[in-house]
């Protein structure tokens, strides 16, 4: 069975940074898109980005783009989002997810809580 294991999430002051991880195992992940979601207090849910697994290909919303980085270590089975001059509304539980399509996705992750003091 599919687990993909969040860490790297905490308190950080507007301005710094910090890199989620995500340890996926259960199966072969070669042909998924993995990526990473957040939701916020009173929010909806919202894809950060994604990456093809295969390619490297990668999303990015646009709240993030330009401060955030997705990335992937094949040999170690765990993507990566760095996270730069995070801001106090980035503040939320972040998700790692597996076979991400069409704005949702088939596996998750127990969530990571990302709190940004301004």
């Known amino acids: 069975q599919v687990q993909l294991v969040e860490s790297g999430g905490g308190l950080v002051q507007a301005g710094g940074s910090l890199r989620l991880s995500c340890a996926a195992s259960?199966?072969?992940?070669?042909?998924?898109?993995m990526g990473w979601f957040r939701q916020a207090p009173g929010k909806e849910r919202e894809l950060v980005a994604h990456i093809s697994w295969s390619s490297g290909s990668t999303y990015y919303a646009d709240s993030v783009k330009g401060r955030f980085i997705i990335f992937r270590n094949n040999v170690r089975n765990t993507v990566f989002l760095q996270m730069n001059s995070l801001k106090p509304e980035d503040t939320a539980v972040y998700y790692c997810?597996?076979?991400?399509?069409?704005?949702?996705?088939?596996?998750w992750g127990q969530g990571t809580q990302v709190t940004v003091s301004s």
């Open positions: 997810a597996a076979a991400v399509r069409s704005g949702t996705a088939d596996y």
């Open positions: 259960g199966r072969t992940f070669s042909s998924y898109v």
